[in-house]
């Protein structure tokens, strides 16, 4: 029942705390003002530590300081009863403090003022307590007085001298010593015990020369006391010689009797010791026996933690700092000699006193809202939560409504004015407590602003810019930002508003600029402030300095020309190597430039033109260099240009050690450029003999570095000068410089373990690099176990980087390390890494295959899982093998290609989505379960079928023009129908430039493929939509846009010449031509044969002209050579022809062989056929057969000529 009771407040306390709507405590600003206004409950800011030990010969002062408004009234309580202090004299307190001061000037004894004190600090609105202070008294009484008989012992047996200190508070620091204030040495024989007793492992003869005392130091009074000292009278079987006293050899030639190992502290075989959390353990194990035993320590179960364990007083101490809980367990010390060994067990448990998980803190809080103190701890055992307000326990102060206690948890909710409190929260156990004060405190202010008012902000142009608004209230006000006082808030875009109140601009411009109002409000009232904003142009260097050389004695001179903003006035100083640069006498700036005159070798440097406003700055640097003064042979000049410098010369060795060396050269003439850097290069003749490699690199003001250098490595050196121009020729290689071997220090990378079959295990690893060798006979040793069986290393040694175990179960985890060795030792072991041997085909496939949610492109898979020890290898995935074995489209030929998809579940009921599936298409499919590298037997093969989609885009959509109206529209069917087509849908509209006009649509039959369009308007463009149909849907569109086409007839994109109408064209011109070329025949042959007269041969005139190819062009009269004329023709054959004709030249001329004198008769223009003479090209022969017969024509044209 009460366990019943228990979980129901627990449950209830859950619920509660998810439902909590609680506000963020207000937090309030560290503001004088604030500060001063506000009514705030007491703190305790000071006092002293819980155990308070104080020394008896000084004043006694108890600590107490605290703050709140108004300010605080202190009272004491004393072993728990009011500590009336004004009652004892030697009782004051201080000022505005609750320190108490308790004096002994006029008599009394501080013992008499042992006890518990606690202090309360008290305003109008709460009290604050202190911790318990345990105030004690130091004590250093005395040493008893006693008298000690000579201690008498064997040679070689055990000794423990004690001490037994008087007990002081706090108690004292032992340590021994003889009579002549000589430390007692010690040593893993003799030493001393945490006690403070002396503990000899065997006594020796020659230890009764001295005698022995303990001293006890007591920190408060800074005395030291003594005890009588012991003497020592060690009996010894055979005469003792001083003078042969041998440290290697102690007892000399006499026979002194062995012993096995006996602990003389602790005793017995185990022990335990208990310690708290954070403090110091401390176990000890002293051990008797001759020889002297050898102490070890371990920790059953675990290893000792090596960053906390240090072993002390010759290995007899194990000293843990900050002890923790994981520090608790078996610790077991063995003491051994030749003779034996023994062991002791020491059980350590570590308790804790409370410790903070989360402690209690101030809150502040407005009326009617919600908050929340939160007191958690820790201990061992768990400590007990208890409240107390305003010093009384919460169960006896007065009820509040509004605040409910739940375990370590008080909540409040719509807290009141007149409700704030000081809340304690106690933690305790058997092993200490913790006492936190947190006050709950309920104000009401109105907002106020606490930045200064209406500020200037100055800021650059393009740059992030924050303007504060700091602002507090109870309840906490809302803020918001105004700009030149109009619009809304200020959030968002270019603006954000911080929580804080303030404003950020991301980037200011120009148009930023003004005065921005913040305005805080709460329920109390509003407050504002303002902010003026400008926005200004950067600086900038315009004209920054150069780079110069100069000859020494001229003068050199830097520019550096700024521009800022008109209204920011700026300054302009001059640095030399990054120092304040002094003008002097010597060198002149003005507001553009320095002038160095009479330039010498101290002007040398780096020069910086700084440019500062008041809101920004920026610099410049160039270097100047100072060159000697230069001859007037031009070739010199010309060489005053800067070059690479010239190698490093004498390289020297100095300084050898193990891994490193001295490298000292001489730096080769700059020429003009200073040396920035040099290169150390090394080259080593066993490796890679001949090839240069870099080794680092140093700044150019040294030429002595010591070489960071790898064993068993025979080096030679180089450097390499570079400055701004170049690098330098490599120097002349220093003397070779041979390190010596050493063990090596790298680990060997990549270290694995994988099978390769499966009864094996390969174990690989990289090889070291050439110089990680660090010396001669390099190998491995892996070692390797299986893991968690608690058994032996397996180990190898090889200069291989394989190794592979064989004979091993199926994927079983091996811890796995290396280690490299070689002549010289072996190198750090590798962490461990985690191996598996070889996988096996897994013997479980999935069952029960099946399918739900069956949808066009995807489906859900569901299937029984594998046990996973079956896998037989690492759990890759279930792997799913599909494929579409074929459509429900009628005759639609499908690939059969098997898809792969991969499933990663180890739930119980295992699930999937298989996507990206054809629509209306039936699928077969089988599932396996894959390790790395084998797939389980197959499933059972489930079918099933996808639903109707949407079909796919049209496989080809082309545009064509019929004619000048007309478009034809041409496309072919879906590759993928993913159904059945139930037609075409097309939507095309009309394009002018960036306007578009309305919509049309038109749909199809499903064997329908092509269109004819007609267009109203011949210029319009147009943008068309096609898609496919099916039950489901429309599919994708296929966009395509018209050509642009113009006014003139648009012929199909075909071979004109195999057009009907074109052929029947060109024929009907042929005939036309072929009757002309007969008419003309006839026309020119109407006078049959006509009577030539006889000429004379005449010579040419002068303007006949004879072309290239033989032809005459006549231009008179005159009769052509080796021709006869006609005596006997008729006037009509003289008469000139009227009209013109084109001459070969390209000139209209009148024609001299016109019809006119073919009709009339004339003197040489025809000849004895009365053809034209002027007509043609073609050269008559003199010896040419006359005759009547007409010449023919040589083409149509002259043909038309002749009818005209």
Wanted: charged fraction near 25%.
């Amino acid at each position: 029942m009460l366990w019943q009771d228990k979980h129901a407040a627990l449950t209830f306390m859950s619920l509660l705390l998810l439902l909590w709507q609680e506000a963020a405590p207000i937090e309030v600003p560290e503001d004088p003002k604030i500060q001063q206004d506000l009514k705030q409950p007491p703190t305790i800011m000071k006092q002293s530590v819980k155990n308070y030990i104080v020394d008896p010969r000084d004043n006694i002062i108890i600590e107490c300081e605290a703050k709140g408004n108004p300010v605080p009234t202190f009272s004491w309580r004393r072993n728990g009863k009011f500590f009336n202090i004004g009652k004892d004299p030697r009782v004051t307190m201080r000022k505005r403090s609750g320190t108490l001061e308790i004096g002994f000037r006029s008599g009394g004894r501080p013992e008499d003022y042992e006890g518990e004190y606690q202090c309360f600090a008290t305003n109008d609105f709460g009290v604050s307590l202190s911790n318990k202070i345990l105030l004690r008294v130091s004590k250093a009484p005395l040493w008893p007085k006693e008298v000690l008989e000579p201690v008498s012992v064997t040679e070689g047996s055990a000794l423990v001298l004690p001490c037994n200190p008087p007990p002081g508070l706090p108690p004292p620091f032992t340590f021994w010593m003889d009579s002549n204030m000589s430390p007692i040495p010690q040593d893993k024989r003799v030493s001393m015990g945490l006690n403070g007793d002396l503990y000899f492992s065997n006594v020796l003869a020659q230890d009764a020369n001295t005698d022995y005392s303990c001293k006890a130091r007591f920190l408060f009074t800074h005395t030291i006391q003594e005890k009588n000292p012991y003497k020592l009278k060690v009996q010894t079987k055979e005469p003792y010689n001083d003078t042969s006293y041998n440290a290697s050899e102690p007892h000399g030639d006499r026979k002194v009797a062995e012993s096995t190992p006996t602990f003389l502290s602790p005793s017995g075989s185990e022990s335990s010791k208990m310690v708290l959390r954070d403090e110091q353990l401390l176990l000890e194990c002293i051990a008797a026996g001759l020889p002297t035993p050898i102490i070890k320590w371990f920790k059953k179960g675990g290893e000792l933690p090596g960053q906390k364990v240090k072993f002390e007083n010759f290995n007899k101490t194990l000293k843990i700092v900050s002890v923790s809980e994981e520090d608790a367990g078996e610790y077991v010390c063995m003491a051994n000699n030749h003779l034996g060994t023994i062991r002791h067990s020491i059980f350590v448990q570590v308790k804790a006193a409370p410790y903070w998980l989360h402690k209690p803190s101030d809150q502040v809080l407005a009326p009617e809202e919600n908050g929340r103190l939160v007191c958690r701890a820790n201990g061992n055992p768990k400590p007990r939560i208890e409240w107390l307000v305003n010093g009384q326990p919460i169960e006896s102060s007065p009820t509040n409504p509004n605040r409910q206690v739940l375990g370590d948890t008080i909540m409040f909710h719509s807290v009141q004015i007149g409700s704030s409190a000081v809340y304690q929260c106690n933690a305790s156990n058997e092993h200490g407590y913790l006492l936190a004060n947190a006050f709950v405190n309920v104000l009401d202010l109105p907002p106020r602003m606490l930045g200064p008012k209406n500020q200037l902000i100055k800021v650059i142009k393009n740059n992030r810019t924050f303007l504060d608004c700091p602002f507090f209230g109870s309840p906490l006000p809302e803020l918001r930002w105004f700009k030149n006082g109009q619009g809304s808030g200020l959030d968002g875009g270019q603006y954000r508003v911080y929580i804080n109140g303030t404003l950020e601009i991301k980037r200011a411009r120009a148009e930023d600029e003004g005065t921005y109002t913040c305005v805080a409000s709460s329920i109390l009232g509003k407050a504002e402030n303002q902010v003026r904003l400008e926005v200004k142009e950067p600086t900038r260097i315009i004209q920054a300095p150069e780079h110069q050389s100069a000859i020494r004695g001229s003068t050199a001179r830097f520019t550096c020309r700024v521009t800022s903003d008109p209204s920011l006035p700026v300054s302009v100083a001059w640095m030399k190597d990054d120092k304040p640069l002094y003008l002097g006498w010597r060198l002149k700036k003005d507001d553009e430039s320095l002038s160095i005159p009479n330039v010498n070798e101290g002007d040398e440097g780096t020069y910086t033109c700084a440019a500062k406003s008041e809101i920004d700055q920026l610099s410049a640097s160039a270097r100047l260099t100072v060159l000697e003064v230069a001859t007037l042979n031009p070739s010199v000049s010309s060489a005053l240009l800067p070059a690479r410098p010239d190698p490093p010369m004498d390289l020297d060795l100095s300084d050898p050690a193990a891994r490193s060396v001295r490298l000292t050269w001489i730096p080769g003439k700059e020429h003009r450029s200073p040396i920035t850097e040099f290169l150390v290069q090394f080259e080593e003749d066993r490796w890679e003999p001949g090839r240069w490699q870099n080794l680092s690199s140093y700044p150019g003001d040294l030429n002595s570095v010591i070489l960071q250098l790898a064993p068993f490595v025979n080096y030679q050196f180089r450097v390499i000068a570079i400055n701004s121009v170049g690098q330098s020729d490599p120097s002349r290689p220093s003397p070779r410089y041979k390190t010596t071997g050493a063990a090596p220090d790298a680990i060997p990378k990549g270290l694995r373990g994988w099978g390769s079959r499966k009864d094996n295990m390969e174990i690989t690893w990289e090889p070291l690099l050439d110089l990680e060798r660090n010396g001669p006979n390099l190998h491995y040793i892996v070692w390797w176990r299986r893991k968690d069986a608690e058994e032996e290393w397996n180990n190898l040694t090889t200069v291989g980087t394989k190794h592979v175990v064989h004979n091993t179960e199926i994927y079983v985890p091996y811890e796995i390390k290396i280690q490299a060795r070689n002549e010289f030792g072996a190198g750090p072991e590798s962490n461990l890494v985690i191996g598996y041997s070889g996988e096996d085909k897994p013997t479980d496939a999935p069952t029960d295959l099946r399918v739900s949610k069956v949808d066009s492109t995807k489906v859900i898979i569901h299937w029984n899982p594998v046990d996973l020890n079956s896998v037989q290898g690492e759990f890759k995935e279930y792997r799913l093998y599909y494929w579409r074995e074929s459509s429900q489209v009628p005759g639609l030929v499908v690939s059969k290609e098997k898809k792969v998809k991969g499933f990663y579940s180890t739930t119980v009921k295992p699930s999937g989505m298989l996507s990206d599936l054809a629509p209306y298409s039936n699928y077969k499919m089988f599932m396996v379960v894959a390790n790395n590298r084998f797939e389980s037997q197959p499933s059972n093969t489930v079918a099933f079928t996808t639903k109707e989609g949407v079909p796919d885009a049209p496989r080809f959509f082309k545009i064509n023009r019929r004619s000048l109206d007309t478009i034809h529209l041409e496309w072919a069917k879906p590759l993928e129908p993913n159904g059945i087509l139930t037609g075409y849908q097309l939507k095309y509209q009309t394009v002018n430039g960036s306007k578009v006009g309305p919509f049309q649509l038109e749909t199809f039959f499903p064997n329908v493929t092509e269109f004819f369009l007609r267009v109203p308007d011949r210029s319009s463009r147009y943008k068309f939509f096609l898609s496919a149909l099916t039950q489901v849907g429309k599919g994708e569109d296929y966009a395509e846009e018209s050509p642009h086409f113009t006014n003139e007839a648009y012929i199909d994109q075909v071979d004109i010449a195999t057009q009907g109408w074109f052929i029947g064209l060109m024929c009907a011109i042929a005939l036309i031509i072929l009757i002309l070329l007969i008419v003309c025949f006839i026309k020119r042959s109407r006078g049959g044969k006509y009577p030539v007269r006889d000429k004379k041969d005449l010579p040419l005139d002068a303007v006949d002209q004879k072309d290239q190819d033989g032809s005459f062009d006549y231009q008179n009269g005159s009769s052509v050579p080796d021709r006869n004329e006609n005596e006997n023709s008729s006037d009509e054959d003289n008469k000139p022809l009227q009209g013109s004709q084109t001459s070969l030249d390209g000139n209209v001329k009148e024609s001299d062989d016109s019809l006119v004198d073919y009709g009339e008769g004339g003197d040489g223009q025809f000849n004895e056929d009365g053809s034209f003479i002027g007509q043609y090209t073609v050269k008559k022969d003199k010896d040419e057969t006359e005759g009547n017969e007409s010449s023919e024509a040589t083409s149509p044209v002259n043909a038309i000529y002749s009818l005209a």
